[in-house]
């Protein structure tokens, strides 16, 4: 199974459309947070056909239209700040912040930690944890445009640019 990791939207519709055409033959979709506006919601649920994975970042200010506007989607949830999902027999933990995914992955309870917030991309190991930052969608704090591909067959993953 295939799953698409992105984070830091930052309400950049553009770059999120490419993303999610970029990620195509993905079976599922973790967003790690900083979506910005209840908008973005409907343009994920709308262009990833598959199971959407969302928890809040610190720029995710109206979580309640957020969550009204998820509604509209079966195949999509809102986990809060924090998610722990069993996705092809992975465990994932999810959250927005480096340090929290940090100290996730130092807990070795995780195949895969996932976080964003600090919008620099990149894929280590901490243990037996992949601990995977996707970059950011929005592209103007780094100036890349990225986010991860995961591939649970092989339990690696690769950045992709947008």
Do not use: W
Request: aromatic letters at 8%; glycine letters at 10%; hydrophobic letters at 40%.
């Amino acid at each position: 199974m295939k799953i698409a990791i992105i984070s830091d939207i930052h309400d950049n519709i553009r770059n999120l459309r490419n993303a999610l055409m970029k990620a195509g033959d993905a079976e599922a979709l973790v967003c790690c947070g900083d979506l910005c506006s209840p908008f973005i919601i409907k343009e994920l649920g709308q262009g990833f056909e598959g199971p959407v994975h969302i928890v809040f970042g610190n720029n995710d200010g109206d979580t309640f239209r957020m969550l009204q506007a998820s509604q509209k989607f079966t195949h999509l949830t809102l986990h809060g700040e924090f998610a722990d999902l069993d996705l092809d027999g992975k465990r994932f933990a999810v959250n927005h912040f480096d340090n929290i995914g940090g100290a996730l992955a130092k807990s070795n309870l995780y195949d895969v930690v996932c976080f964003g917030h600090n919008h620099n991309a990149e894929i280590n190991r901490t243990g037996k944890t992949l601990v995977i930052n996707p970059g950011e969608v929005f592209g103007g704090l780094s100036g890349k445009s990225t986010f991860a591909l995961y591939d649970t067959a092989t339990a690696e993953a690769e950045l992709v640019t947008i």
